[in-house]
């Protein structure tokens, strides 16, 4: 299961046509249309944050519940930290290869769910960081083409 | 106590012989007193907590009912966005 990142449904909820990604971006997601994706929690709350800072709390209210009465997504949340010392070692790893805060804690959350594959971001600073492949929409759509 | 109902529940034997040690040590006068307590607590940690708070409870317990896709909830920002790449 493709595990989508919130740059990639931003620019879809926000419909950011002028963005050169954009075409692709919705290719992507269309070819998922019926399947099962997951997103994880701090994925959703980055997109929350950008659709209430865009179009208004209303809006970021119910895309959020939205996301998780969908049929069609999996909203994944890490274990929760016992302690500040447990929540240390889970993201100094990935924090020491050079991700930051938000990306260590993707990173910790798609660790802690076995049936992810593939994280799907645009974001070029994430490969090779993340416990799955990292790949972008273009690239998920070369490789369904092939 | 005025007005009150007799509830019947099933606990583990364990749990309960903890709540008995709470009860022993004088922090709550018998089980019942003990419950009243933690019953009070939950009825005020849900009142407190937001509807998005309350949704990721059912969601994390699997009591959400699920339906639809947000897939079709575009919308139209009120200014230019830029995503960062």
């Known amino acids: 299961m493709d595990a989508v990142g919130s740059d990639v449904l931003t620019l879809h909820h926000l419909a950011v046509e002028s963005d050169p990604r954009y075409r692709d971006n919705e290719l992507y997601l269309q070819s998922l249309k019926g399947e099962v994706k997951a997103v994880t929690v701090y994925d959703l709350l980055n997109l929350i944050g950008s659709v209430a800072d865009a179009v208004g709390e209303r809006e970021a209210r119910e895309l959020y519940a939205a996301y998780l009465r969908s049929e069609e997504h999996v909203v994944l949340f890490p274990r929760p930290p016992g302690s500040w010392e447990e929540l240390m070692e889970e993201l100094m790893p990935y924090v020491l290869k050079g991700l930051d805060h938000n990306g260590a804690l993707i990173?910790?959350?798609?660790?802690?769910?076995?049936?992810?594959?593939?994280?799907?971001t645009w974001r070029k600073l994430y490969r090779g960081k993340m416990p799955v492949n990292v790949v972008s929409p273009k690239e998920c759509l070369r490789s369904t083409q092939v | 106590?005025?007005?009150?109902?007799?509830?019947?529940?099933?606990?583990?034997?364990?749990?309960?012989?903890?709540?008995?040690?709470?009860?022993?040590?004088?922090?709550?006068?018998?089980?019942?007193?003990?419950?009243?307590?933690?019953?009070?607590?939950?009825?005020?940690?849900?009142?407190?907590?937001?509807?998005?708070?309350?949704?990721?409870?059912?969601?994390l317990g699997g009591r959400l009912a699920r339906s639809g896709s947000p897939s079709d909830m575009v919308f139209k920002p009120k200014r230019e966005v830029e995503v960062e790449f």
Do not use: W
Request: net charge positive.
């Open chain 1, 107 to 120: 990173a910790m959350t798609v660790a802690s769910h076995h049936e992810i594959r593939r994280y799907v």
């Open chain 2, 1 to 59: 106590m005025t007005d009150t109902v007799l509830l019947q529940v099933r606990v583990s034997a364990s749990l309960l012989r903890r709540v008995d040690e709470l009860c022993a040590e004088g922090l709550f006068k018998n089980r019942s007193d003990a419950v009243n307590d933690a019953l009070r607590y939950l009825v005020l940690r849900y009142s407190r907590t937001s509807p998005e708070g309350k949704l990721t409870s059912l969601y």
